[in-house]
């Protein structure tokens, strides 16, 4: 059923000596870290693959956001990746997007700038596949302005499996955590996960 699909990594297996691993000067834990973004890389690949069978069907170009939305979780890592990226960003950007994150009743999110994303490259991993036919292992979804010829059987055999996306992200946070000893503070199994907007909560403290 599903094409663009990979079976999740061991990350976990990464780790031999949790108990030593510090953080790189970054405030990253190196190996996680490592994980996460070689993982996004080979999902981008299978991205690229996607984009090559589904482009003629595919609304998506820059200056759509539609689909950018402050009402879903990401994992720790992603979190993480998200909050290094913010502070990489001008800081006339930054006052701009936290302007945008105390706004009331805000629904899009608060990293979108003048119709783009200022973090692109960084974005988590739902980001990336939206509007491609994604699939839970019950149902198949996509954007509702794709697609628009045929809901149903041009990709009923060609979808990104989120289950298998979301046990590899948590997968890397679980390491995360043990790398840098952290794990009695988030006893979660799996480990916690966040709106977009609490991971941009320390910054306006």
């Given at each position: 059923m599903?094409?663009?699909?990979?079976?999740?990594?061991n990350y976990k297996s990464?780790?031999?000596?949790?108990?030593?691993?510090?953080?790189?000067?970054?405030?990253?834990?190196s190996e996680s870290l490592a994980a996460?973004?070689?993982?996004?890389?080979?999902?981008d690949g299978l991205i690229a693959n996607a984009w090559a069978v589904y482009q003629d069907k595919m609304a998506c170009k820059a200056g759509c956001f539609s689909c950018c939305r402050n009402d879903f979780r990401i994992s720790l890592i992603?979190?993480?990746?998200?909050?290094?990226?913010?502070?990489a960003l001008p800081p006339a950007v930054q006052q701009m997007i936290m302007s945008q994150r105390a706004e009331p009743e805000r629904t899009l999110c608060p990293l979108l700038v003048d119709g783009q994303c200022s973090v692109?490259?960084?974005r988590p991993?739902?980001?990336?596949?939206f509007g491609f036919?994604?699939?839970?292992?019950?149902?198949?979804?996509?954007?509702?302005?794709?697609f628009t010829d045929d809901r149903t059987e041009t990709f009923t055999a060609k979808a990104f499996d989120t289950q298998v996306l979301s046990e590899t992200t948590q997968a890397i946070s679980a390491l995360y955590l043990t790398e840098t000893g952290k794990q009695a503070e988030h006893t979660h199994e799996p480990?916690?996960?966040?709106?977009?907007?609490?991971?941009?909560?320390?910054f306006s403290e």
């Amino acid at each position: 059923m599903y094409l663009f699909s990979e079976k999740p990594l061991n990350y976990k297996s990464m780790t031999s000596s949790p108990t030593e691993k510090t953080p790189t000067t970054g405030g990253y834990p190196s190996e996680s870290l490592a994980a996460y973004r070689d993982f996004r890389q080979r999902l981008d690949g299978l991205i690229a693959n996607a984009w090559a069978v589904y482009q003629d069907k595919m609304a998506c170009k820059a200056g759509c956001f539609s689909c950018c939305r402050n009402d879903f979780r990401i994992s720790l890592i992603e979190g993480f990746e998200l909050r290094q990226a913010f502070q990489a960003l001008p800081p006339a950007v930054q006052q701009m997007i936290m302007s945008q994150r105390a706004e009331p009743e805000r629904t899009l999110c608060p990293l979108l700038v003048d119709g783009q994303c200022s973090v692109y490259e960084s974005r988590p991993v739902l980001c990336r596949i939206f509007g491609f036919p994604v699939s839970d292992g019950k149902t198949i979804a996509t954007c509702e302005l794709n697609f628009t010829d045929d809901r149903t059987e041009t990709f009923t055999a060609k979808a990104f499996d989120t289950q298998v996306l979301s046990e590899t992200t948590q997968a890397i946070s679980a390491l995360y955590l043990t790398e840098t000893g952290k794990q009695a503070e988030h006893t979660h199994e799996p480990p916690p996960m966040f709106r977009i907007e609490e991971v941009l909560q320390a910054f306006s403290e």
